[in-house]
């Protein structure tokens, strides 16, 4: 058995063993209620945080999915881009101007047949430079558009992936430190002395301990 304590009845000593035990049973016991309470928040903000970023995730692919709505998004697209093919063409394939006979003794029935074929070359060009972008319209949205959305949704989703992943490590670091708040070494200390104190009282003389 361990030293005896001077000054100490038997009695005494099992009273402050008793003591000393409960206050070091409160103290762990607030001890594991803050750590209960980090675990929950680290919890708590873990969840916010993938949360968000799914929110993210979401909108990403929202985004790309909004392309392909016919009404507001892929037809007005297509559309445009015809459009914008069509008056590249027009401006690559214009005919060149052709001199209409103005001189002096001809018949005005030759300019005016002169300027009507051209008219109608010009029509004709327009015409088959509206059908050719009509046709590569829709490949050219594709390309231009809903691909680099699909590309773009890809890569945000991949990237809050890559978040989530990085939150999940970042969690393990704060439930360690929130367990860590468990351990009260106050809590350890008069847990230990009063048990110590508390064998004195049931195993020592009565009487004073000398």
Do not use: H, W
Request: glycine content about 8%.
């Amino acid at each position: 058995m361990c030293a005896p304590i001077a000054g100490l009845t038997a009695g005494q000593a099992l009273m402050a063993g008793v003591a000393m035990q409960g206050l070091g049973t409160a103290l762990q016991m607030r001890a594991a209620n803050r750590a209960k309470n980090a675990r929950n928040a680290a919890m708590d903000a873990n969840i916010k945080r993938n949360r968000d970023l799914e929110n993210e995730a979401a909108l990403a692919i929202g985004k790309s999915r909004d392309e392909f709505d016919r009404t507001e998004s892929f037809d007005p697209g297509v559309e445009n881009a015809a459009t914008e093919l069509a008056a590249q063409y027009n401006a690559n394939t214009k005919p060149m101007p052709v001199n209409v006979a103005t001189k002096d003794g001809v018949p005005s029935i030759v300019s005016d047949t002169q300027a009507e074929e051209f008219a109608a070359a010009e029509a004709f060009n327009q015409q088959q430079n509206q059908s050719l972008a009509n046709l590569n319209a829709f490949g050219n949205y594709l390309k231009q558009t809903i691909n680099p959305a699909l590309t773009q949704s890809a890569a945000d989703t991949a990237l809050m992936g890559n978040f989530m992943r990085g939150n999940s490590s970042v969690l393990q670091s704060e439930l360690q430190a929130a367990n860590d708040k468990a351990y009260s070494p106050m809590a350890q200390l008069l847990t230990g002395a009063g048990r110590t104190m508390t064998g004195y009282g049931l195993y020592s003389p009565t009487g004073p301990i000398t």
